[in-house]
């Protein structure tokens, strides 16, 4: 059955099925129009459709990408901050807008019918484009080099720490990234950010922990610090740490410490590090919207044990 062949074909495709993959299941185009305006099918963009109910989480995104992709034709590529939501690296806020990029020496289109659809055209060079799930799109790199050049110095060292700590860039390839930002606007602070950038931080919220206490006056003095007995055995692992001071700041996100079991491994490891005689300070997203408050308290904590 041609629509069996479909999901088929659909369900590789994160639910995602163009018209002409449709007609060479065997579906007319009289067939295609029909299940799209019966609400069978949705419209993700020209020529391209999923199956109602057939879209769920991250699958559901990729497939918005993917089509945007595929509907602006050969050589199209995602890009800046839809290549980045692509590869899994954290640091921006997510939005609904779909950056793709088409080749330079074609006219850009136009999509006055899709508001989300954001279209550039970028100049690449060879290992600029790689595949994510099958869609082209700006190698880690590439997309990291391209979002610091946009972004202010917090979301901008949030990004290249993600993609520093989940291996997509190595420190090596970010020595590389002044020259490939050269003369490009925004290159002079961008040079900054890549100076303060930090693979040990574990999430955005730590980066941004990181900067305010940075801002404040009182920098730590190691990130993920190990924290053993005397029999060398590992009682926990602080994210910021003041050495000196046997002081420890946690920044705990929600995602991470959201569940039971998340909170009590919390807990008993915090009670291994008091008995150990270290201070624990934690603070939240609100706490580092606050610029003063994270630095303030360290402060405090610094001066009551010098």
Request: glycine share 8%.
């Amino acid at each position: 059955m041609p629509l069996e062949l479909v999901r088929r074909v659909a369900a590789g495709q994160d639910g995602m099925i163009t018209t002409k993959q449709a007609l060479a299941a065997g579906l007319t185009r009289d067939q295609i129009r029909q299940l799209w305006r019966s609400g069978r099918w949705t419209r993700l963009a020209r020529g391209c459709f999923a199956p109602v109910g057939e879209l769920h989480g991250a699958a559901a995104t990729r497939a918005r990408v993917r089509a945007a992709v595929a509907s602006l034709g050969p050589g199209a590529f995602a890009a800046f901050d839809t290549a980045l939501e692509l590869h899994g690296i954290a640091g921006l806020r997510r939005s609904s807008a779909i950056h793709v990029s088409v080749p330079v020496d074609r006219p850009r289109p136009q999509r006055h019918t899709d508001p989300t659809l954001v279209v550039h055209q970028l100049t690449t060079a060879v290992g600029d484009i790689v595949e994510v799930a099958g869609i082209p799109t700006t190698s880690p790199l590439r997309t990291v080099t391209d979002v610091i050049l946009r972004q202010g110095r917090y979301p901008a060292v949030s990004v290249l720490d993600s993609a520093l700590n989940r291996g997509l860039v190595t420190p090596e390839d970010l020595a590389m990234a002044p020259t490939l930002i050269r003369g490009r606007r925004g290159a002079p602070a961008a040079r900054d950010h890549l100076a303060e950038a930090d693979g040990r931080a574990q999430s955005p919220l730590e980066t941004l922990a990181r900067l305010r206490c940075v801002d404040g006056g009182v920098p730590p003095d190691v990130l993920q610090l190990e924290v053993r007995d005397q029999d060398g055995h590992l009682l926990g692992v602080g994210d910021l740490g003041w050495r000196s001071a046997r002081l420890i700041a946690e920044a705990d996100g929600s995602g991470p410490h959201r569940t039971p079991e998340a909170l009590f491994a919390d807990r008993r490891r915090q009670n291994r590090l008091v008995n150990a005689g270290w201070r624990i300070l934690r603070f939240t997203w609100p706490d580092a919207l606050r610029p003063d408050h994270i630095p303030w308290t360290i402060r405090q904590a610094l001066a009551a044990n010098p």
